[in-house]
Protein backbone atom coordinates (compact mmCIF):
# COMPACT_ATOMS: atom_id res chain seq x y z
CA UNK A 1 0.00 0.00 0.00
CA UNK A 2 0.82 3.88 -0.28
CA UNK A 3 1.38 5.08 3.17
CA UNK A 4 1.40 9.03 3.96
CA UNK A 5 3.47 9.53 7.04
CA UNK A 6 2.88 12.83 8.68
CA UNK A 7 4.63 14.63 11.21
CA UNK A 8 6.04 17.89 12.78
CA UNK A 9 9.88 17.79 12.30
CA UNK A 10 11.20 17.61 15.73
CA UNK A 11 10.18 14.97 18.49
CA UNK A 12 7.42 13.85 17.05
CA UNK A 13 9.74 12.83 13.68
CA UNK A 14 12.20 11.60 15.56
CA UNK A 15 9.16 9.01 17.01
CA UNK A 16 8.41 7.71 13.59
CA UNK A 17 12.30 6.95 12.80
CA UNK A 18 11.59 4.61 15.70
CA UNK A 19 8.96 2.38 14.20
CA UNK A 20 10.05 2.47 9.92
CA UNK A 21 10.13 -1.14 10.51
CA UNK A 22 6.37 -1.45 10.60
CA UNK A 23 6.32 -0.18 7.15
CA UNK A 24 8.42 -2.95 5.50
CA UNK A 25 6.77 -3.63 2.31
CA UNK A 26 4.83 -0.67 1.30
CA UNK A 27 5.77 2.78 -0.40
CA UNK A 28 6.22 5.06 2.40
CA UNK A 29 6.44 9.52 1.88
CA UNK A 30 6.67 12.10 4.52
CA UNK A 31 5.11 15.48 4.89
CA UNK A 32 6.95 17.21 7.24
CA UNK A 33 8.11 20.64 8.40
CA UNK A 34 10.91 22.84 7.21
CA UNK A 35 13.71 22.62 9.14
CA UNK A 36 17.64 21.38 9.62
CA UNK A 37 16.23 17.73 8.91
CA UNK A 38 15.25 17.58 5.23
CA UNK A 39 18.43 15.37 4.23
CA UNK A 40 17.53 12.91 7.05
CA UNK A 41 14.20 12.81 5.70
CA UNK A 42 14.47 12.40 2.44
CA UNK A 43 17.51 9.76 2.47
CA UNK A 44 14.51 7.21 3.72
CA UNK A 45 11.73 8.13 1.24
CA UNK A 46 10.22 10.66 -0.72
CA UNK A 47 8.93 14.10 1.52
CA UNK A 48 7.01 16.93 1.05
CA UNK A 49 7.67 19.90 3.44
CA UNK A 50 5.59 22.58 4.09
CA UNK A 51 5.74 25.77 6.90
CA UNK A 52 5.13 25.67 10.24
CA UNK A 53 0.93 25.81 10.55
CA UNK A 54 0.62 25.63 14.24
CA UNK A 55 1.57 29.13 14.72
CA UNK A 56 -1.30 30.90 12.84
CA UNK A 57 -4.96 30.39 11.15
CA UNK A 58 -3.86 31.64 7.90
CA UNK A 59 -1.13 29.37 7.62
CA UNK A 60 -3.36 26.42 8.91
CA UNK A 61 -6.00 27.32 5.84
CA UNK A 62 -3.10 27.54 2.84
CA UNK A 63 -1.79 24.66 4.17
CA UNK A 64 -4.91 22.09 4.17
CA UNK A 65 -4.60 23.28 0.22
CA UNK A 66 -1.47 22.39 0.22
CA UNK A 67 -2.78 18.69 1.59
CA UNK A 68 -5.43 18.49 -0.52
CA UNK A 69 -3.02 18.68 -3.50
CA UNK A 70 -0.86 16.15 -1.82
CA UNK A 71 -3.24 13.38 -1.10
CA UNK A 72 -4.52 14.28 -5.13
CA UNK A 73 -1.49 13.60 -6.52
CA UNK A 74 -0.10 10.85 -4.35
CA UNK A 75 -3.37 8.96 -3.74
CA UNK A 76 -2.31 7.02 -0.72
CA UNK A 77 -4.04 4.16 0.78
CA UNK A 78 -3.70 4.92 4.57
CA UNK A 79 -2.33 8.50 6.27
CA UNK A 80 -0.41 7.29 9.83
CA UNK A 81 0.53 10.57 11.91
CA UNK A 82 2.33 10.67 15.23
CA UNK A 83 1.12 14.47 15.71
CA UNK A 84 1.24 17.06 15.90
CA UNK A 85 -0.77 19.62 14.82
CA UNK A 86 0.18 19.26 10.89
CA UNK A 87 -1.79 15.90 11.16
CA UNK A 88 -5.00 18.12 11.33
CA UNK A 89 -5.37 19.15 7.90
CA UNK A 90 -4.69 15.38 6.49
CA UNK A 91 -6.74 13.11 8.45
CA UNK A 92 -9.59 15.47 7.85
CA UNK A 93 -8.97 15.69 4.32
CA UNK A 94 -8.49 12.11 4.28
CA UNK A 95 -11.60 11.25 5.88
CA UNK A 96 -13.12 13.08 3.30
CA UNK A 97 -11.24 11.52 0.52
CA UNK A 98 -11.76 7.67 2.27
CA UNK A 99 -8.42 7.35 3.12
CA UNK A 100 -7.57 5.42 6.03
CA UNK A 101 -5.92 6.60 9.20
CA UNK A 102 -4.25 6.11 12.01
CA UNK A 103 -3.69 8.50 14.37
CA UNK A 104 -0.95 7.63 17.46
CA UNK A 105 -0.64 10.00 19.99
CA UNK A 106 2.67 11.00 21.11
CA UNK A 107 4.71 9.27 23.52
CA UNK A 108 5.22 12.80 25.43
CA UNK A 109 1.79 12.58 25.96
CA UNK A 110 1.17 10.67 29.57
CA UNK A 111 -1.62 12.31 31.48
CA UNK A 112 -4.13 13.67 28.33
CA UNK A 113 -4.31 14.27 25.21
CA UNK A 114 -3.46 16.93 22.68
CA UNK A 115 -4.76 19.28 21.27
CA UNK A 116 -4.52 17.63 17.57
CA UNK A 117 -5.53 14.11 19.44
CA UNK A 118 -8.57 15.34 20.85
CA UNK A 119 -9.54 17.11 17.45
CA UNK A 120 -8.84 14.17 15.37
CA UNK A 121 -10.04 11.57 18.01
CA UNK A 122 -13.87 11.17 16.77
CA UNK A 123 -12.72 10.64 12.81
CA UNK A 124 -9.51 8.88 13.11
CA UNK A 125 -9.69 5.52 11.59
CA UNK A 126 -7.72 4.00 14.44
CA UNK A 127 -6.54 5.98 17.49
CA UNK A 128 -3.44 4.61 19.42
CA UNK A 129 -1.86 6.21 22.62
CA UNK A 130 1.53 4.99 24.04
CA UNK A 131 1.10 5.19 27.87
CA UNK A 132 -1.76 2.70 29.32
CA UNK A 133 -2.92 5.27 31.97
CA UNK A 134 -4.26 7.37 29.30
CA UNK A 135 -6.74 4.97 28.25
CA UNK A 136 -8.66 6.02 31.19
CA UNK A 137 -8.68 9.64 29.92
CA UNK A 138 -9.71 9.07 26.16
CA UNK A 139 -13.12 7.38 24.88
CA UNK A 140 -13.57 3.30 24.02
CA UNK A 141 -11.99 3.83 20.92
CA UNK A 142 -8.42 4.13 21.88
CA UNK A 143 -6.30 1.47 22.35
CA UNK A 144 -2.76 1.04 23.53
CA UNK A 145 -0.34 -1.04 21.68
CA UNK A 146 3.05 0.08 22.71
CA UNK A 147 5.33 2.63 22.93
CA UNK A 148 8.08 4.15 20.47
CA UNK A 149 10.19 3.26 23.26
CA UNK B 1 31.51 17.67 28.10
CA UNK B 2 27.55 18.36 29.40
CA UNK B 3 24.91 18.58 26.21
CA UNK B 4 21.71 21.12 26.78
CA UNK B 5 18.80 21.13 24.14
CA UNK B 6 15.92 22.70 24.13
CA UNK B 7 14.32 21.55 20.64
CA UNK B 8 12.92 22.48 17.74
CA UNK B 9 9.87 24.50 19.28
CA UNK B 10 9.24 27.72 18.11
CA UNK B 11 9.21 29.50 21.34
CA UNK B 12 12.18 30.07 23.74
CA UNK B 13 13.20 28.89 27.31
CA UNK B 14 15.45 30.84 28.48
CA UNK B 15 14.86 29.51 31.86
CA UNK B 16 17.21 26.70 31.34
CA UNK B 17 19.76 28.55 28.44
CA UNK B 18 20.74 31.21 31.46
CA UNK B 19 20.81 28.78 34.16
CA UNK B 20 22.89 26.41 32.23
CA UNK B 21 25.61 28.83 30.88
CA UNK B 22 25.88 30.18 34.49
CA UNK B 23 26.49 26.61 35.31
CA UNK B 24 29.21 26.49 33.03
CA UNK B 25 30.99 29.65 34.29
CA UNK B 26 31.26 27.52 37.47
CA UNK B 27 32.79 24.45 36.44
CA UNK B 28 35.75 23.43 34.30
CA UNK B 29 33.36 21.09 32.14
CA UNK B 30 32.70 21.82 28.55
CA UNK B 31 29.17 22.73 28.01
CA UNK B 32 27.30 23.06 24.62
CA UNK B 33 23.93 24.20 24.48
CA UNK B 34 21.46 23.91 21.42
CA UNK B 35 19.32 27.30 22.10
CA UNK B 36 17.05 26.50 19.65
CA UNK B 37 14.52 29.86 19.70
CA UNK B 38 15.51 30.71 23.37
CA UNK B 39 16.53 35.18 23.27
CA UNK B 40 19.39 34.65 25.95
CA UNK B 41 22.93 34.34 24.19
CA UNK B 42 25.19 32.14 26.25
CA UNK B 43 28.65 33.76 27.64
CA UNK B 44 30.10 31.07 28.53
CA UNK B 45 29.02 27.52 27.25
CA UNK B 46 29.50 27.20 23.09
CA UNK B 47 26.32 27.60 21.44
CA UNK B 48 24.28 27.27 18.30
CA UNK B 49 20.31 27.11 17.56
CA UNK B 50 19.48 24.34 15.48
CA UNK B 51 21.45 21.17 13.70
CA UNK B 52 20.99 17.81 12.11
CA UNK B 53 19.54 15.20 13.86
CA UNK B 54 22.92 13.40 12.77
CA UNK B 55 25.00 16.06 14.47
CA UNK B 56 23.08 15.69 17.22
CA UNK B 57 23.73 12.15 17.49
CA UNK B 58 26.98 12.80 17.69
CA UNK B 59 26.65 15.11 19.88
CA UNK B 60 24.56 13.19 22.46
CA UNK B 61 27.56 10.50 21.97
CA UNK B 62 29.51 12.19 22.72
CA UNK B 63 28.55 13.71 26.02
CA UNK B 64 28.66 12.81 29.50
CA UNK B 65 25.19 14.11 30.43
CA UNK B 66 22.46 15.57 29.00
CA UNK B 67 20.02 18.26 29.94
CA UNK B 68 17.24 18.96 27.91
CA UNK B 69 13.36 20.17 27.75
CA UNK B 70 11.43 17.13 28.10
CA UNK B 71 10.54 16.85 24.69
CA UNK B 72 10.10 13.26 23.92
CA UNK B 73 11.70 13.16 20.94
CA UNK B 74 15.12 14.57 23.07
CA UNK B 75 14.06 12.35 25.80
CA UNK B 76 14.12 9.12 22.95
CA UNK B 77 17.40 10.14 21.73
CA UNK B 78 19.63 10.44 25.39
CA UNK B 79 17.88 7.38 26.67
CA UNK B 80 18.20 5.02 23.62
CA UNK B 81 21.82 6.07 23.73
CA UNK B 82 21.98 5.65 27.52
CA UNK B 83 23.28 8.65 28.42
CA UNK B 84 22.43 9.96 32.08
CA UNK B 85 19.61 12.57 31.55
CA UNK B 86 18.13 15.70 33.36
CA UNK B 87 15.11 16.87 32.34
CA UNK B 88 13.89 20.50 32.92
CA UNK B 89 10.08 20.89 31.69
CA UNK B 90 9.27 23.60 29.44
CA UNK B 91 6.06 25.62 31.53
CA UNK B 92 3.02 26.87 30.41
CA UNK B 93 2.84 29.35 32.92
CA UNK B 94 6.43 31.12 31.95
CA UNK B 95 4.70 31.03 28.33
CA UNK B 96 7.36 28.52 26.97
CA UNK B 97 4.70 25.90 25.86
CA UNK B 98 1.08 25.79 25.04
CA UNK B 99 0.29 23.14 28.17
CA UNK B 100 2.25 21.20 30.76
CA UNK B 101 2.58 18.05 28.75
CA UNK B 102 6.33 17.71 29.22
CA UNK B 103 5.61 18.19 32.80
CA UNK B 104 3.71 14.81 33.05
CA UNK B 105 6.44 12.96 30.87
CA UNK B 106 9.15 14.23 33.03
CA UNK B 107 7.78 13.16 36.57
CA UNK B 108 6.33 9.69 35.00
CA UNK B 109 9.75 9.25 33.59
CA UNK B 110 11.71 10.81 36.94
CA UNK B 111 9.70 7.89 39.34
CA UNK B 112 10.75 5.24 36.80
CA UNK B 113 14.35 5.91 37.79
CA UNK B 114 14.70 7.03 33.93
CA UNK B 115 15.34 10.95 34.04
CA UNK B 116 16.13 13.44 36.66
CA UNK B 117 13.42 16.03 36.63
CA UNK B 118 14.24 19.97 37.54
CA UNK B 119 11.15 22.40 37.61
CA UNK B 120 13.41 25.54 38.67
CA UNK B 121 16.86 25.47 37.41
CA UNK B 122 19.59 27.20 38.94
CA UNK B 123 23.17 26.43 38.68
CA UNK B 124 23.08 24.46 41.71
CA UNK B 125 19.57 22.74 40.87
CA UNK B 126 21.11 21.32 37.59
CA UNK B 127 24.61 21.01 38.79
CA UNK B 128 22.80 18.34 41.54
CA UNK B 129 20.32 16.68 39.34
CA UNK B 130 23.74 16.16 36.82
CA UNK B 131 25.26 14.14 39.86
CA UNK B 132 22.02 12.46 40.67
CA UNK B 133 21.04 11.44 36.98
CA UNK B 134 24.97 9.77 36.72
CA UNK B 135 24.05 7.49 39.12
CA UNK B 136 20.85 6.47 37.41
CA UNK B 137 21.13 3.10 34.88
CA UNK B 138 19.21 2.89 31.71
CA UNK B 139 18.50 0.02 29.74
CA UNK B 140 18.45 0.32 25.97
CA UNK B 141 14.53 0.09 25.45
CA UNK B 142 12.41 -0.43 21.80
CA UNK B 143 9.17 -0.37 19.87
CA UNK B 144 8.99 -4.27 19.02
CA UNK B 145 5.62 -3.87 20.26
CA UNK B 146 3.86 -0.98 18.68
CA UNK B 147 6.05 -1.81 14.97
CA UNK B 148 4.13 -5.57 15.24
CA UNK B 149 0.49 -3.70 16.15
CA UNK B 150 1.26 -1.30 13.21
CA UNK B 151 1.98 -4.34 10.87
CA UNK B 152 -1.32 -5.85 11.59
CA UNK B 153 -3.51 -3.38 11.51
CA UNK B 154 -2.16 -2.40 7.94
CA UNK B 155 -2.39 -6.24 6.60
CA UNK B 156 -5.83 -5.96 7.87
CA UNK B 157 -6.69 -2.85 6.14
CA UNK B 158 -4.78 -3.92 2.65
CA UNK B 159 -6.78 -7.27 3.04
CA UNK B 160 -10.15 -5.07 3.45
CA UNK B 161 -9.66 -2.96 0.37
CA UNK B 162 -8.43 -6.16 -1.94
CA UNK B 163 -11.98 -7.99 -1.36
CA UNK B 164 -13.44 -4.59 -2.18
CA UNK B 165 -11.68 -5.00 -5.25
Not at chain 2, 8 to 32: C, G, H, P, T
Request: charged share 20%.
Amino acid sequence: MKICIVCSHGGHLTEVLQILDAFEGHEIFFVTYYGTRETEVTKIARAYFIKIIGVSFSRMIAATFMAFRILVIEKPQVIVSLGAEIALPFIYLGKLMRIRTIYIESWARVEDLSLTGRLVYPIADAFWVQWPQMLEKCGPKAKFHGSVI
Amino acid sequence: MILVTVGAYYRSFDRLVKSMDDLANAIEEQVIIQRGASTYEPLYADHFQFTTFTHMQELTRLARVIVNHAGAGSIILALKLGKPLVVVPRLEKYGEALDDHQRQIAKTLDSQGKVVVVMEPTPETLRDAIDKAILQNSEPIGATQLVHSIKEQLKKWQYISRQAR
